[in-house]
């Protein structure tokens, strides 16, 4: 996994997870949903992961519903409001809830200069009668720059309004103990260590209603389908295993981030880092390079056995499309060359300065506009 930087697309299956996967596949493989004894041991033991997560997400386990990931979390809140409903996102949400909020009547909030949402901005719109919900993600995929959900929920509260976060990248990353102070909650699991297609959403109450997915009474008749217990399992036994382990993490994680940047400006100048200035996730760096088009760099930097991202997973492929960085007001060729750095975990020194080290190569490369290695 040396040269593997795109930990927020997604991440490696985790040991922890991969036997908590095994072990449940092979020991409660019966649909939770059955009348028999081993059926009953699956539901006991599904309900006793959603305790689990409960705990580790400061959220009652009544609230949490398991779905297929955050795009279905995200887009299954969305649904579940009035059509008329007046909804206040910020200006870099993932597409699954830009896209997802579009059939209700959305107010945008902007972000700063460092690509966060001020909490001003939210005053300034809110409004008790007529907001349904707000909607800020708790960390942004591409730049890692924080937002403070933890201000916006207490102010949504005093007005008495809905307050949701997506947490797809915070979770596994920072601790989440805290975020049960939303009323929504959006995560998923392989963004740390889980498999694909699991996830979940929270909900204010036991009584919340959710019926994005129907057609069966699972999930307390909030969302059909048969439980995936497995990766239930799996997705809450790694988060158990890395939480204690997240503040250290951090500590050593962001020292080696910083140690790369420093690295890259003596090589590029000048080199812009998108959130520089805002308290960031420790794993991530969202850089405008100086030259040459960011698909460039990621094929000859991919040669080399390097894997790294123009902006997020969901919109690569149409390059230039950073979120972010167009919310901040780029021009069309910095646009071209936005690159996205995400480690993870185990990430060491030495796999950093190996990725600056190839940064240097391909530059030389490209400026001598030979073929690429
Ligand atoms: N929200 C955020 C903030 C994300 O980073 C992602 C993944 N790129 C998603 C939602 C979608 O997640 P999933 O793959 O679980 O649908």
Request: net charge negative; glycine share 8%.
């Amino acid at each position: 996994m040396k040269g593997y930087f795109d930990h927020n697309a997604t991440t490696p299956l985790h040991p922890a997870a991969h036997d908590a996967w095994l072990r449940a596949s092979e020991k409660h493989w019966h649909n939770p949903s059955s009348l028999y004894r081993d059926a009953g041991l699956a539901s006991q033991q599904l309900e006793s992961a959603r305790e689990r997560l409960g705990t580790l997400i400061g959220a009652e386990a009544e609230r949490i519903v398991f779905t297929s990931g955050a795009t279905e979390s995200n887009n299954a809140l969305f649904a579940s409001l009035p059509a008329d409903a007046l909804v206040v996102i910020s200006a870099i949400e993932h597409p699954s809830v830009r896209e997802a909020a579009r059939s209700r009547n959305v107010v945008e909030l902007p972000v700063n200069a460092a690509g966060v949402v001020a909490v001003g901005e939210l005053q300034k719109v809110i409004d008790s009668k007529r907001t349904a919900l707000v909607s800020v993600m708790a960390a942004n995929n591409e730049s890692g720059a924080m937002q403070p959900w933890s201000e916006m929920a207490a102010i949504c509260r005093e007005h008495g309004v809905l307050f949701h976060t997506d947490a797809a990248q915070w979770i596994g990353k920072l601790d989440a103990a805290n975020l049960g102070d939303c009323d929504f909650i959006t995560g998923s699991a392989h963004k740390f260590g889980g498999s694909k297609g699991c996830g979940f959403l929270v909900l204010p109450s036991e009584d919340s209603r959710l019926g994005f997915i129907r057609g069966g009474p699972q999930e307390h008749g909030r969302r059909a389908g048969t439980e995936n217990y497995p990766a239930i399992e799996a997705m809450v036994t790694v988060l158990e295993s890395i939480t204690p382990h997240l503040t250290e993490i951090e500590r050593m994680q962001s020292a080696l981030r910083d140690a790369f940047i420093a690295e890259m400006r003596a090589h590029f100048d000048p080199l812009r880092v998108i959130s520089e200035l805002a308290p960031r996730l420790w794993n991530t760096v969202l850089m405008v390079m100086p030259e040459h088009d960011n698909l460039k760099w990621l094929t000859r930097l991919s040669r080399r056995g390097f894997s790294i991202s123009t902006g997020s997973a969901c919109s690569s492929g149409k390059e230039g499309s950073s979120v972010v960085v167009t919310a901040l007001g780029a021009s069309v060729a910095e646009l071209k060359r936005v690159v996205r750095i995400s480690s993870g975990w185990e990430t060491t020194a030495a796999d950093w300065q190996a990725l600056a080290t190839a940064f240097v190569e391909v530059y030389e490369e490209l400026n001598r506009g030979g073929r690429p290695q």
